[in-house]
């Protein structure tokens, strides 16, 4: 069959497009959005390379466009607030992702803030989980039953006598589900109650969690509602330590010493991926590694630190360095230990 020759010419226009790019493609969590922009202003400075294309999606978006194949038309780096899974990464491996690479560039965490100017308080992970679900076990413990929690004194009486009232942000999921994963997950897996539930880990969506729609706003609300906490990342809280400050989770507050030792419970890991054989075809990926990848950038006096990045210790953040630049191949097996790759 004869082929149109403008179609046979579009169509070679296009497999050229999708073999040649000159920009790097970049997805991130929101959390990590702050440092990327900020590493791609900085590569946009030296008017040597063209300006990354960034995207800010969950980490599960992220990982899913990431591992959807090995060409040009798909992300060539993904910055997260926690590491690929295994389903993922065989995911990537069956699309013809077979090489990649990983680093850890620091440490953030997720907090609940509240207006300065009330009486702190400390909460279990337990209680946490309480406070948030849709669905939590009757006093029986034999079925669920829609949350009847209305107060934190209702879960445990020597919890505050206020009112249960979460502030969230509209357009950011990952806070959440980094609770999800991290305090509800685990709890819930180890009790019968859940387990033909559908969607055990569905947060209530009543009057005790409301979803707020920018950064501005969140600080605004808790400064005036003194009952309200509001969900955020270690750094925003930082940012307003004036007005607002964290609760204690496990009577550990969250510092910049329980993060890094992972003390606390809400503390994140921010990890970074890299398709290694992408760095072959895009003249800026490998500057954009080494620009990232740098103790001026992610080191204890580095530019991120500044921007509240919470570095790793001297030993991890080289370890981490050489094998992101130099694209040390990451195996299934590494997925198993929390020190992949960690030959110091």
Same mark, same amino acid.
């Given at each position: 069959?004869? *082929?149109?020759?403008?179609?046979?010419?579009?169509?070679?226009?296009?497999? *050229?497009?999708?073999?040649?790019?000159?920009?790097?493609?970049?997805?991130? &969590?929101?959390?990590?959005? +702050?440092?990327?922009?900020?590493?791609?202003?900085?590569?946009?400075?030296?008017?040597?390379?063209?300006?990354?294309?960034?995207?800010?999606?969950?980490? $599960?978006?992220?990982?899913?466009?990431?591992?959807?194949?090995?060409?040009?038309?798909?992300? /060539?780096?993904?910055?997260?607030?926690?590491?690929?899974?295994?389903?993922?990464?065989?995911?990537?491996?069956?699309?013809?992702?077979?090489?990649?690479?990983?680093?850890?560039?620091?440490? /953030?965490?997720?907090?609940?803030?509240?207006?300065?100017?009330?009486?702190?308080?400390?909460?279990?992970? @337990?209680?946490?989980?309480?406070?948030?679900?849709?669905?939590? +076990?009757?006093?029986?413990?034999?079925?669920?039953?829609?949350? +009847?929690?209305?107060?934190?004194?209702?879960?445990?009486?020597?919890?505050?006598?206020?009112?249960?009232?979460?502030?969230?942000?509209?357009?950011?999921?990952?806070? %959440?589900?980094?609770?999800?994963?991290?305090?509800?997950?685990?709890?819930? /897996?180890? *009790?019968?109650?859940?387990?033909?539930?559908?969607?055990?880990?569905?947060?209530?969506?009543?009057?005790?969690?409301?979803?707020?729609?920018?950064? #501005?706003? %969140?600080? #605004?609300?808790?400064?005036?509602?003194?009952?309200?906490?509001?969900?955020?990342?270690?750094?925003? &809280?930082? #940012?307003?330590?004036?007005?607002? $400050?964290?609760?204690?989770?496990?009577?550990? &507050?969250?510092?910049?010493?329980?993060?890094?030792?992972?003390?606390?419970?809400?503390?994140?890991?921010?990890?970074?991926?890299?398709?290694?054989?992408?760095?072959?075809?895009?003249?800026?990926? #490998? +500057?954009?590694?080494?620009?990232?990848?740098?103790?001026?950038?992610?080191?204890?006096?580095?530019?991120?630190?500044?921007?509240?990045?919470?570095?790793?210790?001297?030993? $991890? *953040?080289?370890? @981490?360095?050489?094998?992101?630049?130099?694209?040390?191949?990451?195996?299934?097996?590494?997925?198993?230990?929390?020190?992949?790759?960690?030959?110091?």
């Amino acid at each position: 069959m004869k *082929m149109n020759k403008k179609l046979s010419i579009g169509l070679i226009i296009i497999s *050229m497009g999708l073999e040649a790019r000159e920009e790097i493609n970049v997805v991130s &969590s929101s959390s990590l959005a +702050p440092f990327v922009q900020f590493v791609a202003e900085e590569m946009n400075k030296e008017k040597k390379f063209p300006t990354p294309k960034i995207e800010i999606k969950t980490s $599960e978006k992220s990982f899913k466009d990431f591992c959807s194949g090995g060409g040009l038309d798909t992300p /060539d780096l993904v910055h997260s607030n926690r590491r690929i899974n295994r389903k993922e990464f065989n995911k990537c491996v069956k699309n013809g992702v077979k090489d990649m690479s990983e680093a850890i560039i620091g440490y /953030d965490a997720i907090v609940l803030a509240q207006n300065i100017s009330s009486k702190t308080f400390n909460i279990s992970n @337990k209680e946490l989980m309480l406070a948030l679900l849709a669905k939590v +076990p009757s006093k029986d413990g034999f079925s669920l039953i829609d949350n +009847p929690y209305k107060k934190w004194s209702d879960i445990n009486p020597n919890l505050p006598r206020k009112n249960i009232l979460i502030y969230t942000l509209k357009n950011d999921a990952s806070s %959440l589900i980094t609770i999800q994963n991290m305090i509800i997950k685990p709890i819930i /897996d180890k *009790m019968i109650v859940y387990n033909d539930k559908e969607n055990p880990y569905e947060i209530r969506e009543d009057m005790a969690h409301l979803k707020i729609s920018n950064k #501005q706003r %969140l600080i #605004q609300s808790l400064r005036e509602n003194k009952i309200a906490l509001g969900v955020m990342n270690f750094t925003l &809280s930082n #940012q307003y330590k004036s007005k607002i $400050e964290p609760i204690l989770i496990e009577k550990v &507050s969250p510092s910049i010493d329980t993060i890094a030792t992972t003390e606390y419970p809400l503390s994140n890991r921010l990890y970074f991926y890299s398709k290694n054989g992408h760095k072959r075809k895009i003249t800026s990926m #490998q +500057p954009y590694l080494e620009t990232f990848m740098n103790k001026k950038m992610i080191g204890k006096e580095g530019a991120l630190s500044k921007l509240g990045l919470i570095p790793l210790n001297k030993n $991890e *953040m080289y370890t @981490k360095i050489k094998y992101m630049i130099e694209g040390k191949k990451l195996l299934v097996d590494d997925l198993n230990s929390d020190f992949f790759h960690l030959a110091l």
